[in-house]
């Protein structure tokens, strides 16, 4: 029998019957990972009629569950690494660096000093530059603003806490100009708008943000087609996006809820494998053509922040930084392209 006073308390209702005790958990507490509470359980912070059970007990939809306890993390802080850096820009105030695909810019609040807290932007930051900003905390030095793990480009870092607050204070009043480059599936019903609702956390998929919940905050991106693919994969939209706001997974979750996620954004819609779709006999198949007859993928997002434009927390200067997209994005791009011309040429045959 567990004693503790609960530090919340939930009634079980026969709407709940058959749930998992974890899936109820993450359900009922929004503002706490799956992870997190598969912890809890672990630990014996949940009780259940008093007592405590496994993550997949199932509920009956008459139980009482209580809340006993936090996770308790051990303290945890960033790892200098010697980790290749692509610096734009660096002065003593502030560096620009165009982050890769693939890196995450700090380790999340539930990493420990292991593999997962390894290989993070951060921790490259910490290697190359001799001192970066507290504001963040030990875990997010110099970090003014932040990347998803799968997106690229250009990043500004604070390396003293003056300049990260007057660098947090431009972001905050939207004095920060971004601009993004995405290629989406289909073709936009309009060459240009300005997308503005609510984002929010999935109540069921806690990884994923949402516009279909009341709760969140406003977020505004704008958008406008600058090339259109008709390609033998189906159609895509080559986009450049503004953003004013700087919402979590902000354009991904803007362009997904207009039925056109981002290619390679499987968390957002978008297929693993993009499967072809059409293709015309040919007497005489070329290497492009046979090409064109297979799936192609991307094994990251195709969005790219690719300018960046602030003042100079010091200096007050205006001052304007750009980045092309990377060479494995340039290279679906020509893929695309070149199914699109062998499409065309056996369609005038």
């Known amino acids: 029998m567990i004693s503790t006073e609960a530090l919340q308390t939930f009634l079980a209702t026969t709407d709940d019957a058959g749930k998992r005790l974890d899936h109820f958990l993450v359900a009922n507490l929004p503002d706490i990972s799956r992870s997190r509470v598969q912890q809890l359980i672990g630990e ?35 790892i200098p690494e010697d980790i290749p850096l692509d610096i734009v820009y660096e002065d003593d105030d502030f560096a620009v660096v165009n982050k890769s695909a693939g890196m995450m810019v700090h380790a999340g609040a539930g990493a420990t000093n292991d593999a997962r807290n390894m290989g993070t932007l ?18 997010r030095p110099g970090i003014v603003h932040r990347l998803d793990k799968g997106t690229s480009g250009l990043l500004v870092v604070a390396k003293n806490d003056i300049a990260h607050r007057k660098l ?20 936009l019903k309009e060459p240009k708008g300005t997308i503005k609702n609510i984002i929010g956390r999935d109540a069921i998929r806690r990884t994923r943000m949402t516009t279909r919940r009341a709760e969140g905050r406003e977020a505004i991106t704008d958008y406008r087609v600058t090339k ?33 996620p981002v290619v390679g954004d499987t968390l957002y819609g978008a297929p693993r494998q993009i499967r072809i779709q059409s293709i015309t006999p040919i007497k005489k198949r070329s290497e492009i053509a046979a090409n064109a007859a297979l799936a192609i993928s991307l094994d990251r997002n195709f969005l790219h922040a690719a300018a960046l434009e602030l003042t100079h927390p010091s200096s007050r200067e205006v001052m304007k930084f750009s980045r092309p997209l990377p060479e494995e994005l340039t290279g679906f791009l020509a893929q695309l392209e070149r199914g699109r011309l062998e499409a065309a040429a056996q369609h005038n045959q």
Do not use: C
């Open 122 to 139: 951060v921790n490259a930051l910490l290697h190359h530059f001799n001192s970066l900003s507290s504001v963040g905390g030990e875990m």
């Open 228 to 260: 259109k693919f008709d390609t033998p994969w189906g159609k895509f939209s080559l986009v450049e996006l503004k953003i004013h706001t700087g919402r979590t997974h902000q354009i991904r979750v803007h362009m997904s809820s207009l039925g056109h």
């Open 44 to 78: 014996e912070k949940v009780s259940v009629n008093g007592k405590s059970e496994k993550a997949s007990f199932k509920l009956r939809g008459t139980e009482t569950i209580e809340i006993l306890g936090v996770v308790e993390l051990p303290p945890l802080r960033a």
């Open 168 to 187: 947090g204070d431009q972001f905050a009043n939207r004095e920060i100009k971004k601009t993004y480059i995405a290629l989406v599936h289909g073709w």
